[in-house]
């Protein structure tokens, strides 16, 4: 996939992109990371788009050092403004890896979108989104992935919410332990420092998102990010790090979090949980049991949870925790055939679709063929053929069963797909747990 990646960097601009740019007088490219001036102003327009201050020589610094160099980056210019080195919108992409129900898959991540609102309502992201999609199309990337500020812009490119994210209050004093103790007294858990977590985090991350639909690859500079190691990190020293380690030495387990004191009560103190870690339930029940067993914190807060968390059958009153859930990572297939044969499937079945795409990458006519082993073949064809059960639906609708985060007979009650048998439908594309990401980017 490394090669794959960097062809994805290097290729050109759509050239139907560039077209319709300078219909409306803008010119665009792909930035030079090498060229700092223009990355800096390429950082400047992004700090603006998400309404963030002016990006001071520190911050570009530690940009530059450890998110920039991984990115294809695109930048829009107005020759004719005032400052026309300082791009009208920003597009970030690169080619990662989601994880689908038995196998994974590149994918094209993106982020930093973002439209100057003195360029409004000219096209510019539905240029730059349509073309920088036919490139991954084109090089053979199967889906695009992409986690979003505002929910309501992505549907008309072919996106879809396909796993959610869970938000948590708990009231530490009223939820009360009852899971797991621990089985292994062996076990362990031990504070590190924020660059030994760093260390540790990276392969304890692939052993786990390689087993959660939903997950990519962690883009690069996230891990200094969430370490506080970067050079413009603000309060780091904040961040404690503790792990878990089972009894044959091996670190199953890291969580992220700080704490925030209540200067009127000082038993009452919030602790954020900024990333957990567990590629073990054992590391798992351990590490929430040490946090919720923490002196004088009386509120736990955590994000970017999975919707069907384990800790909810952890604790005696489960009205002590407060649930917030809402769609988080976005799919968007590209290539049909190719996102069906890379996931696995429970049943053994044959099914029709015909799919429409607005951008017309991934429309068509498919045949799909599970077996018994959970392998799936995919035909291309001209017409449904007589006696198979047809689905008719979008690359939207398509994109959100993918992960099975949603069921074809919910979809179909909403109006958003027509099956002639949408129960047979749901069961080819359930999984046994809900997909998840478990990070922002």
Same mark, same amino acid.
């Given at each position: 996939?490394?090669?794959?990646?960097?062809?994805?960097?290097?290729?050109?601009?759509?050239?139907?992109?560039?077209?319709?740019?300078?219909?409306?007088?803008?010119?665009?490219?792909? &930035?030079?990371?090498?060229?700092?001036?223009?990355?800096?102003?390429?950082?400047?327009?992004?700090?603006?788009?998400?309404?963030?201050?002016?990006?001071?020589?520190?911050?570009?610094?530690?940009?530059?050092?450890?998110?920039?160099?991984?990115?294809?980056?695109?930048?829009?210019?107005?020759?004719?403004?005032? =400052?026309?080195?300082?791009?009208?919108?920003?597009?970030?992409?690169?080619?990662?890896?989601?994880?689908?129900?038995?196998?994974?898959?590149?994918?094209?991540?993106?982020?930093?979108?973002?439209?100057?609102?003195?360029?409004?309502?000219?096209?510019?992201?539905?240029?730059?989104?349509?073309?920088?999609?036919?490139?991954?199309?084109?090089?053979?990337?199967?889906?695009?992935?992409?986690?979003?500020?505002?929910?309501?812009?992505?549907?008309?490119?072919?996106?879809? +919410?396909?796993?959610?994210?869970?938000?948590?209050?708990?009231?530490?004093?009223?939820?009360?332990?009852?899971?797991?103790?621990?089985?292994?007294?062996?076990?362990?858990?031990?504070?590190?420092?924020?660059?030994?977590?760093?260390?540790?985090?990276?392969?304890?991350?692939?052993?786990?998102?390689?087993?959660?639909?939903?997950?990519?690859?962690?883009?690069?500079?996230?891990?200094?990010?969430?370490?506080?190691?970067?050079?413009?990190?603000?309060?780091?020293?904040?961040?404690?790090?503790?792990?878990?380690?089972?009894?044959?030495?091996?670190?199953?387990?890291?969580?992220?979090?700080?704490?925030?004191?209540?200067?009127?009560?000082?038993?009452?103190?919030?602790?954020?949980?900024?990333?957990?870690?567990?590629?073990?339930?054992?590391?798992?029940?351990?590490?929430?049991?040490?946090?919720?067993?923490?002196?004088? &914190?009386?509120?736990?807060?955590?994000?970017?949870?999975?919707?069907?968390?384990?800790?909810?059958?952890?604790?005696?009153? =489960?009205?002590?925790?407060?649930?917030?859930?809402?769609?988080? =990572?976005?799919?968007?297939?590209?290539?049909? +055939?190719?996102?069906?044969?890379?996931?696995?499937?429970?049943?053994?079945?044959?099914?029709?679709?015909?799919?429409?795409?607005?951008?017309?990458?991934?429309?068509?006519?498919?045949?799909?063929?599970?077996?018994?082993?959970?392998?799936?073949?995919?035909?291309?064809?001209?017409?449904?053929?007589?006696?198979?059960?047809?689905?008719?639906?979008?690359?939207?609708?398509?994109?959100?069963?993918?992960?099975?985060?949603?069921?074809?007979?919910?979809?179909?009650?909403?109006?958003?797909?027509?099956?002639?048998?949408?129960?047979?439908?749901?069961?080819?594309?359930?999984?046994?747990?809900?997909?998840?990401?478990?990070?922002?980017?």
């Amino acid at each position: 996939m490394t090669d794959l990646a960097a062809q994805f960097r290097a290729a050109p601009l759509d050239a139907a992109t560039t077209t319709s740019l300078a219909a409306h007088g803008l010119g665009a490219r792909v &930035v030079d990371d090498t060229a700092r001036a223009d990355l800096d102003r390429w950082h400047d327009a992004v700090a603006r788009g998400f309404l963030e201050g002016e990006p001071d020589d520190k911050q570009h610094e530690g940009f530059a050092a450890v998110s920039a160099p991984t990115r294809r980056k695109v930048g829009v210019y107005d020759a004719a403004g005032p =400052q026309p080195d300082l791009p009208v919108a920003t597009f970030a992409s690169w080619v990662s890896e989601l994880t689908v129900p038995g196998g994974a898959v590149p994918a094209s991540a993106i982020s930093a979108v973002t439209v100057a609102p003195t360029h409004r309502r000219r096209g510019i992201l539905s240029a730059v989104m349509a073309g920088e999609l036919r490139t991954a199309a084109g090089l053979g990337v199967p889906a695009a992935v992409l986690t979003v500020s505002e929910s309501t812009i992505y549907g008309r490119f072919g996106f879809a +919410p396909a796993a959610a994210a869970a938000s948590w209050r708990l009231d530490v004093r009223r939820a009360r332990w009852i899971g797991p103790r621990p089985a292994d007294p062996a076990g362990r858990i031990d504070f590190v420092t924020r660059a030994q977590g760093r260390d540790l985090a990276p392969a304890l991350h692939e052993r786990i998102r390689r087993a959660s639909p939903g997950e990519i690859s962690m883009p690069g500079g996230h891990w200094e990010r969430f370490f506080g190691l970067r050079p413009d990190a603000e309060k780091p020293g904040r961040t404690r790090v503790a792990q878990y380690r089972s009894a044959g030495g091996e670190v199953d387990g890291l969580v992220l979090y700080s704490v925030t004191e209540d200067t009127e009560d000082f038993t009452a103190s919030t602790l954020d949980v900024a990333f957990l870690l567990a590629a073990t339930d054992e590391a798992y029940a351990a590490l929430w049991r040490f946090l919720l067993s923490m002196d004088l &914190v009386a509120t736990i807060r955590a994000s970017e949870l999975a919707p069907d968390e384990p800790l909810w059958w952890m604790i005696a009153d =489960q009205r002590a925790a407060t649930i917030t859930l809402r769609d988080h =990572q976005y799919v968007r297939i590209l290539d049909v +055939p190719a996102m069906l044969r890379a996931r696995s499937f429970d049943v053994a079945d044959t099914v029709a679709f015909e799919v429409t795409d607005p951008l017309e990458i991934a429309g068509g006519t498919f045949v799909l063929t599970t077996d018994s082993t959970g392998v799936a073949d995919v035909d291309v064809v001209d017409d449904p053929p007589v006696g198979v059960p047809l689905v008719r639906l979008g690359i939207v609708e398509l994109s959100a069963l993918l992960l099975g985060g949603v069921s074809a007979v919910t979809l179909a009650r909403a109006g958003r797909l027509d099956a002639d048998d949408p129960e047979r439908i749901a069961r080819l594309f359930q999984t046994v747990t809900a997909p998840r990401l478990s990070f922002w980017y």
